[in-house]
């Protein structure tokens, strides 16, 4: 059997180095690529995936392992290879390309650009055959019709990231109005979700949940539909129910069967919201969850270098050893050897578990833990659902235990600077509901790691690698709130002086925020519009500039924030529920809020009053005592 090495093989990236051995040439991200595209007038490929993708496996199976088709490429293209979630300036340019050329898009993202750049060419997951077909399509086309290809990605660069700045005076209460007609109007009442009735897939609105539980919109009725939405979630498929924590999103309207990969910035944002929605909605298993998330973390996500936590990893994989979706399925029969057969049955029942062989493309729909598919669950009320919730927590370390034998999915230790601001932020509000103390131990850990990655001009996304504005932006805000918690004043002094750098390295004086500093090697700064599976880095900087404010602090970006808003009215009023967390920022721009300081031992005496944590009632130690 030949062995090829690329020259990934030199990188530290644990995506990059599954495809070190390809017969593809890949190479890494920078200028040389685009400077031996040029020398060689061949267009470049910029594959773009991350580690736990299940598309870019098949891809790299079906395609990048072929040898015939490796030498087409490599004779035809320069073939480079990124990882979306080390390179997101890169990742957010040319999937907006790819959205503007077919109507959508998705990973693997492989795009053709010239020498400079620039796209003329994208598609995801292509099979073999059609690949072979499109690479001599593309070289015929670069040989023979230049002029065209240059027309054409002109005229597409021209239309990427445009965002015109509205005219017209932001009237709040209008557009939180015209969000809750939408999400009434789209609520589906039989299967809970606010994306529309019966639509599939159906992915967790993090972003939305958090603003829904504002102490300004909790008392209204829409927080009904919210409760159910997280009860929907929390009992479905999507929820991993022995191991804790949640998969990315789910394949089906019911929130049965989860794409099995599990990422932290999902789980961070977990914690965080059925932490805030425990107390708010008067809802104890919803602080189970989120506690079981958090142990989830702990356990499962801990990265160490030498023996020394260095925060969380990135993700686990949905691709496992012995099928998709092998390692979180159970079998009546499996429940019963474990946990006694009365006990046994019992639970499968309640969890919607049945005795079924079928693997559908290595998926096990009918294996995985659903209590809100189950008959005999449904039927509970509410107080006999809760008796069973707590009931269940007697019995996860046994499953545990046996679960543990099985081959676990591949798991990615990148440590993003971003994704662990969002993990800060719910160990955070954890303990401040809880005042458990190891979740106030990790978060403490998680504050000094992050602030050591502050350098005088930037903050590092990975080690030796500058940051992003989402990692300015969940970071400023993950500190605000751990100060909020502990009151440590070097928790606000970096949460300050990130705000800072961030605003003068990412915005312009007519109120354009760009997610990447200027002299980052890529086609065109972009503006991160809407939220997505996490705030845009853009929100979460000026909500937390809106609470720094609060303290009567950083009242010089008064003019800029009010041109950023402005300028970026149009996207919240438009579509208030793709940007709730710039419609958070502007609500406790326009209301106000309050902070009050306490003593260092108040959290000790009165632990409960801790749970008053809130985007508009803000509690905070002062380091003085009672």
Not at 225 to 251: N, P
Not at 343 to 349: D, E, L, M, V
Not at 511 to 537: C, F, M, N, V, W
Not at 585 to 597: A, H, I, Q
């Amino acid at each position: 059997m030949t062995t090829f090495k690329n020259e990934l093989y030199k990188s530290q990236n644990p995506y990059l180095l599954q495809h070190k051995n390809n017969p593809v040439a890949w190479k890494i991200w920078g200028k040389e690529a685009f400077d031996e595209a040029k020398q060689r007038d061949v267009p470049l490929l910029v594959s773009i995936g991350y580690s736990t993708c299940h598309w870019c496996h098949v891809m790299a199976h079906e395609v990048f392992e072929d040898s015939e088709v490796a030498e087409i490429m490599n004779q035809t293209l320069v073939c480079v290879k990124v990882d979306r979630e080390e390179h997101p300036e890169v990742d957010e340019v040319y999937m907006e390309a790819c959205q503007n050329m077919n109507g959508s898009g998705g990973w693997p993202l492989n795009v053709i650009l010239d020498h400079t750049g620039k796209p003329f060419f994208a598609a995801t997951y292509v099979p073999l055959e059609k690949w072979k077909t499109l690479l001599q399509k593309i070289h015929h086309a670069w040989k023979r019709n230049r002029k065209e290809i240059t027309d054409f990605s002109d005229q597409l660069l021209a239309t990427l990231s445009e965002t015109k700045t509205s005219t017209a005076t932001l009237q709040i209460n209008e557009i939180n109005n015209k969000l809750f007609n939408f999400l009434n109007e789209n609520f589906d009442e039989r299967n809970p979700d606010f994306s529309g009735i019966g639509r599939t897939p159906r992915f967790p609105s993090h972003s939305l949940y958090y603003h829904l539980l504002s102490k300004r919109i909790i008392s209204l009725p829409i927080a009904s539909k919210l409760e159910q939405t997280m009860e929907a979630i929390q009992d479905s498929g999507l929820h991993d129910r022995v191991g804790g924590g949640f998969h990315r999103y789910s394949t089906d309207k019911e929130w049965r069967v989860p794409h099995f990969e599990k990422m932290l910035y999902d789980n961070a944002q977990m914690i965080t919201n059925f932490a805030l929605a425990a107390g708010r909605l008067n809802r104890p298993d919803f602080l189970q969850t989120a506690e079981r998330a958090a142990d989830y973390l702990i356990r499962d996500l801990s990265v160490y270098e030498n023996g020394e936590f260095v925060g969380f990893a990135s993700a686990e994989d949905a691709d496992d050893p012995l099928g998709e979706g092998s390692f979180y399925a159970w079998t009546p029969a499996e429940l019963e050897k474990i946990l006694g057969l009365a006990t046994g049955k019992k639970i499968a029942t309640y969890w919607n578990v049945i005795e079924d062989s079928s693997n559908i493309h290595g998926v096990y729909p009918f294996r995985i833990p659903h209590p809100r598919g189950s008959a005999a669950f449904i039927k509970l009320d509410s107080v006999g659902k809760q008796k069973v919730r707590f009931e269940w927590l007697s019995i996860y370390d046994r499953l545990l235990e046996y679960r543990s034998h099985r081959p676990r999915p591949f798991r990615d230790i990148k440590v993003l600077t971003d994704w662990n601001a969002l993990a800060l932020m719910g160990f955070s509000v954890l303990y401040a509901q809880t005042a458990t103390e190891k979740y106030g131990q990790i978060a403490q850990q998680q504050a000094e790691l992050l602030i050591g990655r502050i350098n005088p001009t930037h903050i590092e996304r990975l080690p030796g690698k500058s940051g992003h504005l989402t990692d300015y932006g969940h970071t400023a805000l993950a500190l605000f709130t751990a100060w909020e918690v502990f009151g440590k004043d070097t928790y606000l002094k970096a949460s300050k002086n990130l705000i800072k750098m961030a605003f003068d390295k990412f915005s312009t004086s007519d109120g354009q925020l760009y997610t990447s500093a200027p002299d980052s090697y890529i086609l065109k700064r972009y503006e991160e519009k809407y939220d997505h599976a996490q705030p845009a880095g853009a929100h979460s900087l000026m909500l937390a500039w809106v609470r720094m404010r609060s303290l009567r602090e950083m009242q010089e970006y008064d003019s800029l924030v009010d041109k950023i808003l402005k300028h970026r009215s149009n996207l919240v009023s438009d579509f208030p529920a793709m940007s709730p967390s710039l419609l958070s920022t502007m609500n406790e721009y326009t209301n106000g809020s309050v902070t009050l300081s306490l003593p260092t031992d108040f959290r000790i005496k009165f632990p409960q009053m801790l749970q008053w944590i809130a985007t508009d009632l803000r509690l905070v130690e002062s380091g003085k005592s009672i």
